[in-house]
């Protein structure tokens, strides 16, 4: 610091002080700053210093000087103008550069765009190549194409690469380093030249008579102009250096991007050179194809001519060769051809199908790579004859044992060809095998679906069990005839309400959407176990005990088997759509021993079980002593008491599947079986009305009748009895899930419960979840088929999926993976399915999750069009499946310290 009274000390003639760097304040005539540049390390103090200085820098500069060192120094109007031109070169060169370095970026960024679509176009010709694979021709050359269009693109990326190094990136950094080096010092001596144009006329203007003045003025005037030359010095010699970097730069890049140029004109030239040997020869052979291809193009239109002329002289409706068929065909396909099919649903279209008769069947498909349906598995079995009751022409039915098919050929004449060759079919089957067993081959017709339920087992087997399911699901109490016109043997289901139909009721259904109720067929359909015992714990009498309980009051009669379909379906959708014979909530009346009785309350009773094949089956007896030959009347008495005793008899319930066992020991109840109990080995039971008084009574005879070898054994009620009339249905709906009590979800579902509500009282939780607490396969059957959200989770971000797993019930979770559950998901803790099934060594559930996971990996890589699921996959799943809901011992695991911490 100069400046007097600041704290510094003032200059002399000795030397210079301490000064400011340029720019800061207190700069100004008295108070001169001074610094040097990056290659000068100390000031010039006296005039022969610099003059030493001079002779040091006009080594380092050399001959090739922009501006010469001593004009400089002597700050001449030479000096000046050449500093002016210098600064004006450098301001255009800058802006020239700059437009430079964002031109290659804009090129740089262009080329990686036709870098991009080069790519495109390579992996185009590569698709190409393999799906012209059969031609060995065209799939070589298009091999090598890619193979050198890749190369190429290799070469540019690496042009482009260069340009990013040597153009873009040097120039830019010349131009943000060096230059603003430069305007940054030439800021400096602005101000220095300014400072001593100051001092110089303070110098000028000192009077006489004043000798300090004089001094000081004399002495900022020297200090300054020393200052000055050595900036100056120091100037000269950064304009001399970046004139001369500035050459080097610019060459140094685009020598470089000119090389980069080179290598890869090149490379190209070489790469191509190496095939051209293979493309002349390919451009030799490609000639003689465009001869080969005009000769093969005159031949067929000679031929197209021929034939042209012969459809002149001939009918060509119907060619002789469609109407042929050979029993004794190589390839087994006796005759196919295209026949119109009368679809089985309500509005009975007609779809054309490609038709064939092999092997004794009768199939069709749609597409050549669709798999064949088969209408008829086994001809001896059916009869064909011709069919003129109906509008349409040709018509022909093939009769089975099970069902009808009706066919529309296009011809007469085509029609007694198909006729003739369905029954010289059945004659050369009689043929083959006289002494086929026509037993099993009608069991095997008659339930087509439930012969995917066992793949592993042998035809008979199948065909045995399937007979078995039909007969078992029709012997629930009303199944025996239709739920809503009473047609005997129905054949046709509404699995969200768990009742059988006929055909004309399950048409009718079928209208009213799969939102209102879902139809399928007990023979054609496929049927999971889960699904067969929702339909054995709900069927026609607990339903219509539901959906017609004011049926009787308001003195209304269902419709009967005769009644046209416009009674059928106006009783219907009065029925299920706009729910008019519900009673109220609570009011529901329960038929026993021919008496209707009021129930009104309702209660969660323990009921401990202990294994006895001999207690159930003479529990079994004894109601089939007392029921065993049922009026009308009591019809609704005997559904209700079946009912409700299988709500304290789980076993005998699941008895109903024992034909699915392997082993002859007693079967055992775990929290999976779909009717599972607690951790303590009692099974929660949800009663209500007058089913409570009566448990006793039962509870009593079972343990009389079993002499002590087992019985239940009634605990004291967990909750007191409330009345179900003040419950809202969804709070039912809550409720019964966790008691699993079917027919109580089953009415409040009735009367408009939300299956997806949440219970803000208890964690947010839904049905869904409480039917997994309660640890029923079969209650969660029945929410999701009424449209339950599978993923829906609580207040503590677990959904019924984390529940289950946590809950180590098996079933349940391969319920809700084969329901699309996401196991992504993590809850409050971030803790997914897996890492739930990880963390409690629960093998069965981790294989489930991570099967489940790569399948879904699987799809997603395939895409849309890709298959519904890996074989493998689908026969585990089934499996677990199986033993989830008739073997579920194997699956048990019982775990109290884990439920009780879930919980």
Known sequence: MCREGSGSRRPDRAGLGEWRQPGQEGSGTEDILCQSDTSTSAFVHTEGDARSFLSARELVSGPNMTVDFEDCIKDSPRFRANIDEVETEVVEIEAKLDKLVKLCSGMIEAGKVYISANKLFVNGVRDLSQQCKKDEMISEFLEKCGESLQEIINYHMILFDQAQRSVKQQLHNFVKEDVRKFKETKKHFDRVREDLEIAQVKNAQAPKNKPHEVEEATGTLAITRKCFRHLALDYVLQINVLQAKKKFEILDAMLSFMHAQYSLFQQGFNLLHEIDPYMKKLAAELDQLVIDSAMEKREMEHKHATIQQRTLLQDFSYDDSKVEFNVDAPNGVVMEGYLFKRASNAFKTWNRRWFSIQNSQLVYQKKFKDSVTVVVEDLRLCSVKPWEDIERRFCFEVVSPFKSCMLQAESEKLRQAWIQAVQASIASAYRESPDSCYIEHLDRTASP???????????????????????????????????????????????????????????????????????????????????????????????????????????????????????????????????????????????????????????????????????????????????????????????????????????????????????????????????????????????????????????????????????????????????????????????????????????????????????????????????????????????????????????????????????????????????????????????????????????????????????????????????????????????????????????????????????
């Open 449 to 903: 679906s439930i012969s995917s339920i066992d793949s592993a087992s042998e035809p008979r087997e199948r065909s045995s069990r399937g007979e078995n399911i039909l007969q078992r699901i029709q012997c629930v109490p009303g199944n025996e005839q239709c739920c809503d016109c009473g047609q005997a043997d129905p054949r046709w289901a509404s699995i969200n309400f768990g009742i059988l139909l006929c055909i004309e009721c399950s048409g009718i259904h079928r209208s009213l959407g799969v939102h209102c109720s879902k139809v399928r067929s007990l023979t054609l359909d496929s049927w999971e176990p889960e699904l067969l015992k929702l339909m054995c714990e709900l069927g026609n009498s607990v339903i219509n005990h539901i959906y017609e309980g004011s049926c009787q009051e308001q003195g209304l009669k269902k419709p009967f088997p005769s009644s046209s379909r416009q009674e059928k379906e106006a009783w219907i959708k009065a029925k299920y759509v706009e729910r008019k014979f519900l009673k109220k909530l609570g009011s529901t009346a329960v038929l026993i021993n021919g008496e209707r009785k009021r129930e009104r309350r309702w209660s969660v009773k323990k009921c401990r079980r202990h294994n006895s094949a001999t207690a159930v089956s003479k529990t079994r007896r004894r109601y089939q002593q007392e029921h065993g030959s049922t009026s009308p009347s009591t019809l609704s008495a005997a559904a209700a008491k079946f009912r409700r005793e299988s709500l304290f008899c789980p076993d005998e319930l699941d008895s109903l599947f024992s034909y699915f066992d392997t082993g002859s020991g007693p079967r055992s109840l775990s929290s999976d079986s779909g009717l599972g109990g607690s951790t303590d080995g009692s099974t929660d039971i949800l009663v209500s009305g007058s089913v409570v008084g009566r448990v006793a009574e039962e509870e009593d005879e079972v343990s009389e009748d079993s002499s002590g070898e087992a019985e239940l054994e009634a605990e004291p009620e967990t909750c007191d009895p409330e009345d179900t009339r003040d419950f809202h249905p969804g709070e039912l709906l809550y409720k019964a899930s966790k008691a699993r009590n079917l027919p109580l979800m089953a009415e409040a579902l009735a009367h408009g419960a939300d299956v997806n509500a949440a219970n803000d009282e208890d964690e947010g939780k839904t049905a869904l979840i409480q039917a997994v607490i309660g640890g029923s396969l079969v209650a969660c059957e029945l929410l999701l088929q009424n449209a339950a959200d599978v993923n829906q989770r609580d207040a503590r971000g677990r959904g019924p999926l984390h529940h289950a797993t946590h809950l180590g019930h098996t079933g349940q979770v391969c319920l809700f993976l084969k329901r699309g559950a996401t196991q992504n998901d993590g809850d409050e803790e971030g803790q997914d399915p897996l890492s739930i099934a990880v963390q409690q060594a629960n093998a069965d559930i981790v294989t489930l999750l991570r099967l489940a996971k790569m399948n879904d990996e699987m799809r997603e890589s395939e895409g849309p069009c890709g298959q519904p699921g890996d074989a493998t996959y689908l026969d585990i799943f089934r499996e677990f499946s199986h033993m989830a809901s008739h073997n579920p011992e194997k699956l048990k695991r019982r775990s109290l310290h884990f439920r009780h911490s879930f919980r």
